[in-house]
């Protein structure tokens, strides 16, 4: 069970689950995340079952200054172009460790950590990353598209995610799916919000024409700067 409480300032996602205490995990900004914080940033309690709300605002409000803290550490490693041979997460650095156990990806205190066996090939590590970018494409992909669905007037019936070389997304307005590249889970959040609304647009109107110029600009005004800054790669 998850539920979203407000305390204070504070947007907190509290997941009930088998566990002995409470604990807090701050996550970095990603698109169209409904408990993301102003500053940046999603905040998540996991709980014990049962557990009085009371006692799960005071643990926040516990945790205020190191939330702070790192909110501030998240505004101020801002999104950067990808150089060769590193990988990123929603525009940030995404930093490799060798050690023994199942390979893994966690995100802890504003960083992005993908946890290798020594000895693991590029291809290994390239398989891990393909199946993580897709996963976390989908669920932010997901909650962008149900946001600007209601707000458009359209309905998705299908999105399909893949690995693609050429476009960051494309359109079947007949069939009303669109499908997207998972590579986007590595730019900034706001170019997930930029495809998206660009293929749900094509859903009423198919051609790049002045009327769909015309309801990028009236939904996302700044969609023009976000496109060129992706061309250039500082997205």
Same mark, same amino acid.
Request: some cysteine; hydrophobic content about 35%; glycine content about 6%.
């Given at each position: 069970?998850?539920?979203?409480?407000?305390?204070?300032?504070?947007?907190?996602?509290?997941?009930?689950? @088998?566990?002995?205490?409470?604990?807090?995990?701050?996550?970095?900004?990603?698109?169209?995340?409904?408990?993301?914080?102003?500053?940046?940033?999603?905040? @998540?309690?996991?709980?014990?079952?049962?557990?009085?709300?009371?006692?799960?605002?005071?643990?926040?409000?516990?945790?205020?200054?190191?939330?702070?803290?790192?909110?501030?550490?998240?505004?101020?490693?801002?999104? @950067?172009?990808?150089?060769?041979?590193?990988?990123?997460?929603?525009?940030?650095?995404?930093?490799?460790?060798?050690?023994?156990? @199942?390979?893994?990806?966690?995100?802890?205190?504003?960083?992005?950590?993908?946890?290798?066996?020594?000895?693991?090939?590029?291809?290994?590590?390239?398989?891990?990353?393909?199946?993580?970018?897709?996963?976390?494409?989908?669920?932010?992909?997901?909650?962008?598209?149900?946001?600007?669905?209601?707000?458009?007037?359209?309905?998705?019936?299908?999105?399909?995610?893949?690995?693609?070389?050429?476009?960051?997304?494309?359109?079947?307005?007949?069939?009303?799916?669109?499908?997207?590249?998972?590579?986007?889970?590595?730019?900034?959040?706001?170019?997930?919000?930029?495809?998206?609304?660009?293929?749900?647009?094509?859903?009423?109107?198919?051609?790049?024409?002045?009327?769909?110029?015309?309801?990028?600009?009236?939904?996302?005004?700044?969609?023009?700067?976000?496109?060129?800054?992706?061309?250039?790669?500082?997205?």
């Amino acid at each position: 069970m998850t539920e979203l409480l407000l305390v204070g300032d504070f947007r907190v996602e509290v997941e009930y689950k @088998r566990v002995k205490t409470l604990r807090l995990t701050l996550y970095p900004p990603a698109p169209g995340d409904p408990a993301a914080l102003p500053g940046g940033g999603r905040i @998540r309690v996991s709980a014990p079952p049962h557990t009085p709300r009371q006692l799960i605002q005071n643990f926040v409000v516990s945790k205020a200054a190191w939330i702070e803290k790192h909110r501030a550490r998240f505004r101020g490693n801002p999104s @950067r172009p990808p150089d060769s041979g590193t990988c990123y997460v929603w525009g940030r650095r995404l930093e490799l460790t060798e050690r023994q156990g @199942r390979p893994r990806i966690v995100v802890a205190d504003g960083r992005v950590l993908m946890f290798v066996r020594p000895g693991d090939d590029d291809g290994r590590r390239e398989k891990i990353l393909d199946k993580w970018y897709r996963g976390i494409c989908k669920e932010a992909a997901d909650r962008v598209t149900r946001f600007w669905e209601s707000r458009v007037g359209v309905t998705v019936q299908r999105i399909y995610y893949r690995k693609m070389k050429t476009h960051w997304g494309s359109c079947n307005y007949v069939k009303k799916t669109i499908r997207l590249n998972t590579e986007l889970a590595k730019k900034a959040p706001e170019c997930l919000e930029y495809v998206v609304l660009h293929e749900l647009i094509h859903l009423l109107e198919p051609s790049h024409n002045q009327n769909f110029y015309r309801l990028m600009d009236r939904y996302l005004p700044s969609w023009k700067t976000i496109r060129r800054k992706m061309n250039r790669g500082e997205l």
